[in-house]
Structures are given as structure tokens and as C-alpha cells.
């Protein structure tokens, strides 16, 4: 039986509108920070956590955003909408670079299936479901 893994994510914003995102160690990619659950933790526990370890960052979390399938590697992710409430940027074994994007600067510097978790939260609407190959949205069904 096929295993699916859970990631959380946390888009994290100033009262600036700036947008907190590490650059991967492992790929040089650009993204919210987050990583896989543990699995004794809770989803809002573990955007925390994630959060802290790769940026230095301690944060709030508000609210669920959306949930997006990664459909070749069987990862689920759960991506919050939260605030920072201190810390100091820092980077971490897993981030090579801690910056702070204003909305516009998500698409330049993201790729598709990143950016759209940033742009989704920053839509106060309904959490957003949605599919992907790694790389690019799937259409939907």
C-alpha cells in the first residue's frame, strides 16, 4: 500500500506585507520555510518548530491556507497563514539565506507550486486544494 508523507509550511508575514522565505541548502530553491511532520505532532506545532529551526523566527499561527499535493513524490503539505512574534533571521543547516519578499518579488523568485502557497495565503478566501508534479499546478479534475 502507497505511503503519503505530511509536510507543513508556514507563510509567514510582517505588518510591512513582507513575506518570510529561506533559500534551500539542499537545491538553492526559494521557499516558505517548513518540513516534514513529525509523527507525534500536531500540524500547528510543527509549523512552529519548522519554522523556528530554519529561520529563527518564532511565529504565530492564524490560520490553515491550503493543502497541496506533490502527486510524484506522494507529499502532502499543509501550509499556514501566520505572524511573527520575534526572533532574530538566522540561517540553519537547511537554509543558506533568510529573506524577507514584498508579494510581487514571490513570483520572480519562487517557482510555480511555491509562489502559489504564498499568493494563496495572502487570499483571505476559503483554504485553496490544490495538485502538483513537483513543479507545475495540475489542472484540476
Known amino acids: 500500500m502507497p505511503l503519503h508523507s505530511v509536510s507543513v509550511a508556514g507563510i509567514v508575514v510582517r505588518d510591512d506585507g513582507r513575506v518570510l522565505v529561506i533559500r534551500r541548502a539542499d537545491n538553492g530553491t526559494w521557499e516558505p520555510p517548513g518540513g516534514v511532520l513529525e509523527l507525534d505532532e500536531r500540524p500547528e506545532d510543527g509549523v512552529v518548530r ?3 529551526e530554519e529561520t529563527g523566527i518564532s511565529i ?3 490560520r490553515l491556507t491550503g493543502v497541496y499535493k ?4 506522494g ?3 499543509l501550509v499556514f497563514l501566520c505572524r511573527p512574534v ?3 533571521e538566522e540561517t540553519s543547516a537547511e537554509s543558506t539565506a533568510v529573506e524577507w519578499l514584498l508579494p510581487h518579488e514571490v513570483q520572480t523568485t519562487m ?3 511555491y509562489a502559489v502557497r504564498v499568493l494563496d495565503a495572502l487570499d483571505s478566501s476559503a483554504p485553496h486544494v490544490r495538485s502538483h508534479d513537483g513543479r507545475h499546478l495540475l489542472e484540476s479534475a
Request: avoid cysteine; aromatic fraction near 0%; proline fraction near 0%.
Open 50 to 52: 519548522e519554522v523556528l
Open 60 to 62: 504565530a499561527v492564524e
Open 70 to 73: 506533490n502527486m510524484s513524490r
Open 75 to 77: 507529499v502532502v503539505a
Open 86 to 88: 520575534g526572533g532574530q
Open 111 to 113: 517557482t510555480e507550486v
